[in-house]
């Protein structure tokens, strides 16, 4: 035995399976027992160690060289199971090759070169909700918002054509679940893995593309010899998988918040300039992204438990964006909080790359929705939907009071 091993604590033990519907569906009463447990406990039902703690989170996010990506960031090991698809570049990879790919989609998306789409995306939001809004004032959130208004802006701003966007959704729901165990989310989904890989991957060749979107962007970044022929498509990949699903949750969860917090929404119509803090906190407090996983390059030790080589560490984002030793009454939606430093866009080198999109399209869709409406209300229970990696929804029955 080594050293560090006849002095390592052994951690406490768990045997919950965060993935079992009833926790996906109801996820804080576990992030509670495992923050309260220890700073790492081992999950014996998958053999990988778990981090709740804001603060043990936020250090192995950080800690790229200790815990890496380039095994796969889902339960998988990809050096011992062969990956369900070609790796993602940014994702799934470490310096230096994530570097190239990750410099070339930073610059695609930074705020500067979003400028150009703010107008056409307040226009398009403001069309939006005058649209719903002529329907009626009671209507699901959750379909005719947080769903419509991204599939309205983000696929013409990638550039892709208009044929099969339908096939987004269904796409980053079986990516986000696949990061899970292979549980009965996985296996529904199982027979539409082949049509929908191929869907995607057609919409990434330079041909299937607009002239002047982000995909077309990715592909010049390859003439200038910023990234290889063989890297662009996979670099367009990414911008669909990870863009969609993230940011319809994210909108969801603020209007899940504005719902269930009538104050803030009037605090927000008061003070406009508090949209991108609002937007902030939303994703602190539902957590969008809920849980990811890293794999140990050495034996790591954390406080004293020593996580092996190889092995693999989940890491609770929700629990740790809602971390009573890092967050003021935690459980709260709060506006009057600075939320700067949650990690519902992770931390580190790869801390999202798009959330200046996902920024603007909350900011877009917010500003709207304030114009025109004085109230937002819950006008039953909404549902969620269960996925083994995102806190989604499925509806979200809204009414909302017109301004005057
Ligand atoms: C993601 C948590 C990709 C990819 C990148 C990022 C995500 C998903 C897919 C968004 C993870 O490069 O394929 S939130």
Not at 153 to 172: M, T, Y
Not at 219 to 242: C, N
Request: hydrophobic share 45%; net charge negative.
């Amino acid at each position: 035995m080594t050293e560090a091993l006849e002095r390592a604590v052994m951690p406490p033990v768990s045997d919950a399976d965060p993935f079992a519907h009833e926790v996906l569906l109801d996820p804080e009463p576990l992030h509670r027992a495992l923050r309260e447990a220890g700073p790492v406990v081992y999950l014996s039902r998958y053999d990988v160690h778990a981090l709740a703690r804001y603060e043990q989170v936020r250090a192995a996010l950080m800690d790229w060289q200790n815990f890496e990506s380039g095994a796969g960031v889902g339960l998988a090991h990809f050096r011992h199971e062969e990956p369900w698809r070609p790796l993602s570049l940014l994702l799934e990879a470490d310096p230096p090759r994530h570097d190239a790919p990750r410099r070339v989609l930073r610059e695609i998306v930074a705020p500067r070169a979003l400028r150009r789409l703010r107008e056409t995306w307040h226009t398009a939001a403001e069309e939006l909700v005058d649209q719903v809004l002529a329907e009626g004032t009671e209507f699901d959130g959750c379909t005719v918002l947080a769903e419509a208004f991204p599939l309205r802006v983000f696929p013409d701003a990638v550039g892709i054509g208009p044929d099969g966007r339908e096939n987004l959704l269904p796409f980053g729901n079986m990516n986000f679940n696949a990061f899970g165990p292979r549980n009965d989310l996985v296996k529904a989904d199982a027979h539409r893995v082949g049509e929908l890989l191929a869907w995607v991957n057609a919409q990434c060749a330079r041909e299937a593309l607009s002239e002047d979107g982000f995909g077309a962007q990715v592909w010049a970044a390859a003439d200038r010899g910023d990234l290889t022929y063989d890297q662009a498509p996979l670099v367009v990949r990414s911008l669909l998988a990870a863009g969609v699903d993230t940011t319809v949750q994210g909108l969801a969860a603020c209007l899940y918040a504005f719902a269930t917090h009538p104050d803030a929404w009037g605090r927000l119509r008061e003070r406009p300039e508090l949209t991108r803090a609002a937007f902030d906190e939303a994703v602190r407090w539902q957590s969008p992204v809920q849980t990811f996983f890293r794999t140990a390059t050495t034996d790591v030790t954390i406080t004293g438990t020593v996580v092996p080589a190889g092995t693999k560490i989940l890491m609770f984002l929700g629990a740790a964006n809602r971390d009573p030793a890092r967050w003021t009454d935690p459980d709260r939606f709060d506006l009057t909080r600075d939320p700067s430093g949650h990690v519902g866009f992770g931390m580190g080198i790869h801390q999202c790359v798009g959330q200046h999109v996902a920024r603007l399209e909350a900011e877009a869709l917010l500003a709207a929705l304030a114009r025109r409406v004085e109230r937002i209300e819950l006008t039953g229970t909404p549902h969620r939907h269960p996925n083994n990696t995102l806190r989604a929804w499925s509806s979200l029955p809204l009414r909302v009071q017109l301004a005057a």
